[in-house]
C-alpha cells in the first residue's frame, strides 16, 4: 500500500458509492418480494435453483457449498432448514462417506417453479428492463473484468 492514499475524486466516489448501494439494495428489494410472493428467503430461492438447474436435482453438499460460496456452517444450517419445510433432503454420499448429497424433492421443484416466474419479472422491473441491451453488454463486461481481477488475487484470509 502506498504511502499516501490516492482518495477517490468526485467522479470515482459517485460510481463506488453508487455501485455499493445499488448492489445492497438490490438484494434486498428481491428478496423482500420473494418472501411476499412466495415464502421463500433469498437463500431458499438460490439452493432451490442450483438444485432444480441441476441434471439430476441432486448435488454432493461439498459441491454445492463451493458453488454458492458459503461457508460450511451457512450451507448446514440453510438445509436443514430446508429440509425441515420439504424441500430437500439430505442422504448419504455413496461416493464420500464424509459428505451428503443434497436432493431436490418434489415440492421443493414445485416451489421453484412456482416462484420463478414472479422473481423473474422482478428481476427485469428492477434491473434488466432499466437498461438498453448495449448497456447490459457493458455492465455484464465490466462485472466480468471486476470478477476476473478478483480471481486472481488470493482472498485475505
Given at each position: 500500500?502506498?504511502?499516501?492514499?490516492k482518495?477517490?475524486d468526485?467522479?470515482?466516489?459517485?460510481?463506488?458509492?453508487?455501485?455499493v448501494?445499488?448492489?445492497?439494495?438490490?438484494?434486498?428489494?428481491?428478496n423482500?418480494?420473494?418472501?411476499?410472493?412466495?415464502?421463500l428467503?433469498?437463500?431458499?430461492?438460490?439452493?432451490?435453483?442450483?438444485?432444480?438447474?441441476?441434471?439430476?436435482?441432486?448435488?454432493?453438499?461439498?459441491?454445492l457449498c463451493?458453488?454458492?460460496?458459503?461457508?460450511?456452517?451457512?450451507?448446514?444450517?440453510?438445509?436443514?432448514?430446508?429440509?425441515?419445510?420439504?424441500?430437500?433432503?439430505?442422504?448419504?454420499?455413496?461416493?464420500?462417506?464424509?459428505s451428503?448429497?443434497?436432493?431436490?424433492?418434489?415440492?421443493?421443484?414445485r416451489?421453484?417453479?412456482?416462484?420463478?416466474?414472479?422473481?423473474?419479472?422482478?428481476?427485469?422491473?428492477?434491473?434488466?428492463?432499466?437498461?438498453?441491451?448495449?448497456?447490459?453488454d457493458?455492465?455484464a463486461?465490466?462485472?466480468?473484468?471486476?470478477?476476473?481481477?478478483?480471481?486472481e488475487?488470493?482472498?485475505?484470509?
Amino acid at each position: 500500500m502506498p504511502a499516501e492514499p490516492k482518495w477517490l475524486d468526485s467522479r470515482e466516489d459517485r460510481a463506488w458509492r453508487a455501485f455499493v448501494h445499488a448492489s445492497h439494495q438490490l438484494p434486498l428489494r428481491l428478496n423482500r418480494h420473494l418472501l411476499q410472493d412466495s415464502g421463500l428467503t433469498g437463500a431458499d430461492y438460490t439452493v432451490l435453483a442450483v438444485l432444480s438447474g441441476h441434471p439430476l436435482g441432486r448435488m454432493s453438499a461439498q459441491e454445492l457449498c463451493g458453488l454458492l460460496q458459503w461457508e460450511k456452517s451457512r450451507l448446514s444450517h440453510q438445509l436443514r432448514r430446508m429440509e425441515e419445510l420439504g424441500l430437500i433432503v439430505r442422504e448419504p454420499n455413496p461416493a464420500d462417506a464424509r459428505s451428503v448429497m443434497v436432493c431436490l424433492l418434489p415440492a421443493g421443484r414445485r416451489t421453484i417453479n412456482d416462484a420463478a416466474p414472479q422473481h423473474v419479472y422482478n428481476v427485469r422491473r428492477h434491473f434488466i428492463d432499466l437498461f438498453t441491451p448495449a448497456e447490459l453488454d457493458t455492465f455484464a463486461d465490466l462485472n466480468e473484468r471486476v470478477l476476473r481481477h478478483l480471481a486472481e488475487e488470493p482472498f485475505p484470509e
